[in-house]
């Protein structure tokens, strides 16, 4: 949506005031990012003994500004004009993923099965399998699935996970695989983009590529591009090294202007497919849980553009969050269950 000169104002004087107090509360005390959760109950038990620490006074921390944004945001839903999504292609068997594996980061868990669990709370049929090595065994385990993407690169790994391999030797190696597990379908790097300042160097891009190709030329090349860095970046040389993009929302109030990123997405990357990527935990302002009306606007916003044939599916991240953030959580299955 096209924001006016007032609202534009509004949310930016409100995501400066929490960026303020975020930055207080770090100089006062160590808080790893994405390792917060929300406040729990006094008889709270953890059933997973290989689930990570989490921060949950986070949330209480960044207090009142926290709530000061969301108030922007939700009046700026408000005035949006209602969309009718009677018509939307719905999430489900063939678009729906979610994202997640065995990482000792972010709180999440070292359960080899923890992607499982999060896709089947979400009831979805495809999982995007990270952090954890591409082995037999971890194949084997997801193979319920209808199709699968793995994690090829070495960027947020668990340590270990890509017991010595290059990023190029990983791709080859799950290319191999692929012919024993029909329903791996391609390769996901993550933050693949991130560490380039200006302009994005192809070299490595194209060792992956061709690795993965190698044994199974139809496996596809997924990569994780921030909407951040569209403005910043010149990602022509990668261009012929990347099937599909898997673009994500660093800030929430960047999704308020779905429209322009998803066009801005399509310059930079002409003629690709663009998969969702949708965080439960928001990364950028809060670093706390999303926001459900935003959740419930960038789904809606997704079902339009996969009706326009932009989008090709939804990426949810992921199996961590259900327990970290279970309001966003249940907005999201709720959603799904109910469009």
Request: charge should be negative; charged fraction near 25%; proline fraction near 5%.
């Amino acid at each position: 949506m096209k924001l006016t000169a007032e609202q534009r104002m509004k949310l930016d004087l409100a995501i400066e005031r929490l960026h303020e107090k975020c930055r207080n509360v770090r100089m006062q005390r160590t808080v790893d990012l994405g390792a917060t959760a929300a406040p729990r109950s006094a008889d709270y038990v953890e059933d997973d003994p290989l689930c990570g620490k989490v921060d949950t006074q986070w949330a209480k921390d960044i207090e009142p500004e926290n709530s000061a944004l969301d108030a922007v945001i939700r009046e700026i839903l408000a005035d949006a004009p209602p969309m009718d999504t009677s018509s939307f292609v719905k999430l489900g068997d063939d678009n729906l993923w979610v994202w997640g594996g065995p990482t000792p980061y972010w709180g999440g868990s070292m359960a080899d099965d923890t992607l499982v669990k999060g896709a089947d709370y979400f009831n979805a049929k495809n999982v995007v399998y990270v952090y954890g090595p591409t082995s037999e065994k971890m194949l084997a385990l997801h193979g319920k699935f209808k199709r699968m993407l793995c994690q090829v690169n070495s960027k947020c790994r668990t340590p270990g996970a890509q017991g010595g391999m290059s990023d190029e030797e990983n791709a080859g190696t799950l290319s191999r695989f692929s012919l024993q597990f029909p329903n791996i379908v391609g390769a996901m790097c993550d933050d693949v983009t991130t560490y380039f300042l200006k302009i994005v160097l192809p070299e490595t891009f194209e060792a992956r590529y061709r690795a993965l190709k190698k044994h199974n030329a139809n496996l596809k090349m997924y990569g994780v591009v921030y909407v951040h860095e569209l403005d910043i970046k010149d990602f022509s040389l990668i261009q012929p090294y990347m099937d599909v993009v898997n673009l994500w929302f660093w800030n929430k109030d960047e999704i308020l202007e779905y429209d322009e990123k998803i066009e801005l997405c399509r310059k930079k990357f002409p003629g690709k497919p663009i998969i969702q990527g949708i965080f439960l935990h928001e990364y950028g302002r809060s670093d706390a849980g999303n926001l459900p009306e935003i959740l419930v606007y960038q789904l809606d916003k997704t079902r339009e553009y996969m009706t326009k044939g932009v989008v090709e599916g939804v990426i949810l991240l992921g199996d961590r969050e259900i327990k970290k953030w279970p309001v966003s959580a249940e907005t999201v299955r709720n959603y799904l269950n109910n469009q």
